[in-house]
């Protein structure tokens, strides 16, 4: 598990400018920190950082952060952390919403809009569940749009399904593969990736059908 410093930004009272940053794809333990600056010349008391709003593709460790108190011309840090969820989709920007409240009933908003970076390479994910029977799901992921294609083979080299094909999205995909007619066995799945240059790559994994 690694922890990455992804955001870090100034929230002055009164400065309510939308903040837009990029998050890796699938990534954990990322961190906001929200400094608030007292810029009053009284104690601020009882502040609540709320999140009030985000992206359903977001893990948040923590949603409200509480400060006791904050002296006229301080500065305190409210952290958030969270995960990217791998069906996240990318370079879409999502707004995330913080409500600021203070024991005297003021409120302040502030806005971050936060999009998912592609992958970083091309994967092809071990199914589940595995063994099966009948059915069971294949995952992939792509950095760049791509024409693809994912093909089922038997322990002999024979195609027996092909069971997703076509120009897909940066970002992971999944699909299912109901094998009710096929034999028990060991089975090959195969993703076939080609880019507009011709370029074609091949990624290969095993499954087993047990009935």
Request: aromatic residues 12%; without cysteine; glycine residues 4%.
């Amino acid at each position: 598990m690694k922890s990455i410093q992804l955001l870090t930004f100034i929230f002055f009272i009164f400065n309510f400018t939308i903040a837009q940053h990029s998050v890796p794809f699938a990534s954990r333990n990322n961190a906001i920190e929200l400094s608030i600056a007292n810029t009053s010349t009284v104690a601020a008391t009882n502040v609540v950082v709320e999140i009030t709003s985000t992206p359903q593709w977001l893990r948040m460790s923590n949603n409200k952060y509480k400060i006791e108190n904050i002296k006229d011309g301080e500065t305190h840090v409210a952290q958030f952390t969270f995960s990217v969820d791998k069906s996240a989709p990318v370079n879409k920007p999502e707004q995330m919403i913080f409500t600021i409240s203070n024991s005297d009933g003021q409120k302040w908003i502030k806005t971050l809009s936060l999009q998912v970076s592609p992958p970083a390479e091309f994967e092809l994910f071990q199914n589940y569940p595995n063994p099966f029977n009948p059915t069971t799901t294949i995952g992939y992921q792509l950095p760049t749009a791509s024409n693809i294609t994912l093909k089922v083979f038997d322990a002999i080299g024979r195609e027996v399904a092909t069971i997703d094909e076509g120009v897909k999205e940066a970002g992971y995909h999944e699909v299912n593969w109901n094998a009710m007619t096929a034999s028990s066995g060991m089975y090959i799945y195969q993703l076939t990736w080609k880019n507009e240059k011709g370029e074609q790559k091949y990624y290969r994994k095993k499954m087993l059908v047990m009935k």
